[in-house]
């Protein structure tokens, strides 16, 4: 099987959205400034693809240069808006790690994947986003929405030293198995000795 070739270019992300031909992309747009008409052309290829199955798309921020290097709450709920219209697409790979979403942004975040009923294999990344534990329970809060995921990889690393401890991660897991066509979970996180680990679990 040929190898997806990386996209790291926003104009050549967009093209290949608007050629809307490829049944697979996998774009690497983090640290990118992209400006806001850059954005905005982005968003509305991807609302108007319909030939998207697979997508990888990482947008991690791991600088503080500029500000147009992170989304922010509103960009990143408006980039999940448009994953999530797209008819086709049913596996997803989205790295938001460093975009500054705390509570409110994990809170839309959830109930946009919530809501959606295409996507059967989501791994997500909310890593480094200054979250809680309450951001991280309203996001799963939404998320149980979800009527169609089959597989979920979560990454809550790097966030708020209180926001899900070792002993709370299995409890967070089995409430996340409320999903009823959820068959696999995995969870990465920090553990005590400051090393991300993760949890598997198989429903």
């Given at each position: 099987?040929a190898s997806?070739p990386?996209?790291?270019?926003m ?7 608007q ?7 996998h ?6 400034c ?11 290829a ?10 990888d ?14 989304l922010?709450?509103?960009e990143?709920?408006n980039?999940?808006?448009a994953l999530?219209?797209i008819p086709?697409?049913t596996?997803l ?15 839309r975040?959830?109930?946009?994947f919530?809501?959606?009923t ?6 997500i990344s ?5 979250l809680?534990r309450?951001?991280?329970d309203?996001?799963r ?7 169609t ?21 299995q ?7 409320l ?22 679990a198989?429903?």
């Amino acid at each position: 099987m040929a190898s997806i070739p990386v996209i790291s270019s926003m104009d050549a992300a967009i093209l290949a959205l608007q050629a809307n031909q490829a049944p697979s992309l996998h774009l690497l747009l983090g640290n990118a400034c992209l400006g806001d008409l850059l954005r905005m052309k982005f968003i509305d290829a991807l609302k108007a693809n319909t030939s998207l199955e697979s997508l990888d798309l990482q947008f991690e921020c791991t600088t503080s240069i500029s500000t147009d290097n992170f989304l922010g709450v509103e960009e990143s709920c408006n980039l999940c808006s448009a994953l999530s219209s797209i008819p086709s697409l049913t596996q997803l790979t989205l790295n938001l790690r460093g975009n500054y979403l705390g509570e409110e942004g994990a809170r839309r975040v959830g109930d946009i994947f919530g809501r959606n009923t295409t996507i059967t294999r989501l791994w997500i990344s909310l890593a480094d986003n200054g979250l809680n534990r309450k951001g991280l329970d309203v996001f799963r809060d939404h998320l149980l929405g979800n009527c169609t995921l089959c597989s979920l990889t979560l990454d809550i690393s790097k966030n708020k030293k209180e926001a899900l401890r070792d002993s709370e991660v299995q409890a967070y897991v089995t409430d996340i198995a409320l999903i009823p066509t959820l068959d696999k979970c995995t969870i990465h996180i920090d553990s005590l000795q400051s090393n991300p680990r993760h949890i598997d679990a198989s429903m």
